[in-house]
């Protein structure tokens, strides 16, 4: 059956202060969006990925649900873009994912999702001769796209390669004004000497153009990948308040270290009882 609104053309009349005009249809809008959706590299395990769908328990998963849906509207009238940065399996890359999709589904504006090591091993790999991609075609739409997400950033071990071309792609979407999304299990803190920090896996450089680049937002959640079956809200609130005591992750190092740095002597613990 054609479309209703514009007979299978593409475009529908509108009628606005009295003038007849022809705009792109409904239908158009929706059939750009589903082929750019399939275009846009999105894994199949996060493809079911929605805002709707993401389980919020605590005010850090929302107030990051809430960024995230605030891009997603203002998009394309907005400049920054998100850093979604915490531990492993908070749903970062969920809400990463659900934030591309609903832009190219309501704007039809082309995106593109990438895990960052995927990303540079690809490029690596079009430096084999007998590979027929060249680089630039790899990286021609990773820079030029209108919506990129670009998954644990920081997971790749740098070398001066890996910085090169990484500034490579965020300083070209930073120029041209390109919305990007991050996310990072690395913590966004002003230490070079931590090795889980940030910026000891990106650099100082970098470092600074995403802080122009980007709004940070940090996810302190349980991990859901470790969740029972059926797990409720309340199952992740347990999990997410064991993380918290348990993990010896650099938060709870770099809050020991400066406790003992600041030679008041004695080791407390603000972090919960040892051994509790
Ligand atoms: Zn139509």
Same mark, same amino acid.
């Not at 490579?168 to 803190?189: A, C, G, H, M, P």
């Not at 896996?201 to 959640?221: K, P, Q, T, W, Y």
């Given at each position: 059956?054609?479309?209703?609104?514009?007979?299978?053309?593409?475009?529908?009349?509108?009628?606005?202060?009295?003038?007849?005009?022809?705009?792109?249809?409904?239908?158009?809008?929706?059939?750009? !969006?589903? =082929?750019?959706?399939?275009?846009?590299?999105? &894994?199949?395990?996060?493809?079911?990925?929605?805002?709707?769908?993401?389980?919020?328990?605590?005010?850090?998963?929302?107030?990051?649900?809430?960024?995230?849906?605030? *891009?997603?509207?203002?998009?394309?009238?907005?400049?920054?873009?998100?850093?979604?940065?915490?531990?492993? !399996? *908070?749903?970062?890359?969920?809400?990463?994912?659900?934030?591309?999709?609903?832009?190219?589904?309501?704007?039809?504006?082309?995106?593109?999702?990438?895990?960052?090591?995927?990303?540079?091993?690809?490029?690596?790999?079009?430096?084999? &001769?007998?590979?027929?991609?060249?680089?630039?075609?790899?990286?021609?739409?990773?820079?030029?796209?209108?919506?990129?997400?670009?998954?644990?950033?920081?997971?790749?071990?740098?070398?001066?390669?890996?910085?090169?071309?990484?500034?490579?792609?965020?300083?070209?979407?930073?120029?041209?004004?390109?919305?990007?999304?991050?996310?990072? =299990?690395?913590?966004?803190?002003? #230490?070079?000497?931590?090795?889980?920090?940030?910026?000891?896996?990106?650099?100082?450089?970098?470092?600074?153009?995403?802080?122009?680049?980007?709004?940070?937002? *940090?996810?302190?959640?349980? #991990?859901?990948?470790?969740? &029972?079956?059926?797990?409720?809200?309340?199952?992740?609130?347990?999990?997410?308040?064991?993380?918290?005591?348990?993990?010896?992750? &650099?938060?709870?190092?770099?809050?020991?270290?400066?406790?003992?740095?600041?030679?008041?002597?004695?080791?407390?613990?603000?972090?919960?009882?040892?051994?509790?």
């Amino acid at each position: 059956m054609p479309c209703p609104l514009c007979d299978d053309t593409g475009w529908k009349p509108i009628e606005e202060n009295g003038t007849r005009r022809v705009v792109r249809c409904d239908c158009w809008r929706e059939q750009v !969006g589903h =082929n750019r959706l399939a275009d846009a590299n999105i &894994p199949k395990r996060y493809q079911h990925c929605t805002l709707a769908n993401f389980t919020t328990y605590n005010e850090s998963l929302e107030r990051a649900v809430a960024k995230a849906q605030r *891009v997603a509207q203002a998009y394309p009238v907005i400049n920054q873009g998100l850093l979604l940065e915490g531990q492993p !399996g *908070v749903g970062k890359t969920h809400l990463a994912v659900a934030v591309l999709k609903q832009v190219i589904q309501t704007t039809g504006a082309p995106g593109l999702f990438y895990d960052t090591r995927d990303l540079l091993r690809v490029i690596r790999s079009t430096y084999d &001769p007998a590979i027929r991609t060249t680089e630039l075609e790899v990286l021609r739409p990773v820079m030029t796209v209108d919506l990129l997400v670009l998954d644990d950033l920081g997971a790749e071990k740098t070398s001066e390669w890996v910085e090169e071309t990484m500034n490579l792609i965020v300083n070209t979407r930073y120029n041209e004004k390109r919305l990007t999304i991050f996310t990072s =299990n690395f913590q966004d803190i002003p #230490d070079d000497s931590e090795p889980n920090s940030l910026l000891f896996r990106i650099g100082h450089r970098m470092r600074s153009r995403l802080h122009e680049m980007c709004e940070f937002v *940090v996810l302190d959640a349980a #991990d859901y990948r470790e969740r &029972p079956e059926n797990a409720g809200a309340e199952d992740l609130i347990t999990m997410w308040k064991m993380r918290r005591k348990t993990l010896p992750g &650099p938060r709870s190092g770099r809050q020991a270290r400066a406790q003992l740095r600041d030679g008041k002597g004695d080791l407390k613990w603000s972090g919960g009882r040892a051994g509790t």
